[in-house]
């Protein structure tokens, strides 16, 4: 009997990629290695992101690339772009819900199969060191809370990491060289978090 090889699909924008960390370091990669190390047979992830992407943007890709029918898990982490170009919150709202349907979609129809992860907060970073910090985690926490509403309305689980980046301000290890997005160790983090919720629910 074959064992199955399960597959993951991680749609983002560059913290789903990993900027400025090595492909294999970022979260979705380190995700999987976890999971193999626990004897579970996983595809290499399929991720479909890039660096800037906001909800609207990462929603028309999505719309127009042919993907697999069906993935046995799906993450999502969108809509610090949105927040950086100073994009209406409600318009996020709309394309974040047609996402997470879509990722629902992908997953079977499994809402247990989604995963989405909490915007991490990059006010806390050295790139923000000249703005107004405190505006950019107050935006961070209301563009999460429709995250973590429309999951709780669609199903899917909600993972916060935001509380994770927050301590980049005391500790410039959790960021990446490029001192705004963050480092493998930070990632790390993150993975243990889908990987635990994947193990989960398999």
């Known amino acids: ?20 960390v090595p492909l294999h370091e970022g979260f979705p990669y380190q995700t999987v290695q976890l999971l193999r190390k626990k004897g579970l047979h996983f595809h ?8 800037g992407w906001t909800s609207f943007e990462l929603a028309d890709h999505v719309l127009h690339t042919a993907l697999n029918e069906h993935y046995d ?10 927040q950086y170009r100073g994009l209406e919150i409600n318009e996020f709202e709309n394309d974040f819900e047609y996402l997470l ?8 129809n499994k809402p247990n199969r989604v995963i989405v992860l909490s915007i991490p907060d990059w006010g806390v970073t050295p790139f923000a060191a000249d ?7 107050s935006e961070i926490n209301a563009f999460n809370k429709v995250c973590e509403d429309k999951v709780k309305k669609l199903g899917g689980h909600f993972i916060d ?21 963050y480092s493998a160790k930070s990632h790390a983090v993150w993975a243990e978090k889908v990987a635990s919720t994947i193990e989960r629910n398999l």
Not at 101 to 107: E, T, V
Not at 131 to 137: A, N
């Open 73 to 82: 898990f799906v993450s999502l982490l969108i809509g610090v772009n949105n």
């Open 131 to 137: 703005r107004d910090t405190t505006k950019i985690s």
């Open 44 to 51: 290499a992830p399929e991720v479909i992101a890039k660096t």
């Open 1 to 20: 009997m074959t064992k199955h090889h399960f597959s993951y699909l991680a749609l983002g924008d560059s913290y789903t990629i990993g900027e400025s």
């Open 101 to 108: 349907k879509k990722a629902i979609y992908f997953a079977g």
């Open 161 to 181: 990491i935001t509380t994770q980046t927050r301590l980049a301000k005391n500790d410039e290890s959790l960021l990446a060289s490029d001192k705004l997005h």
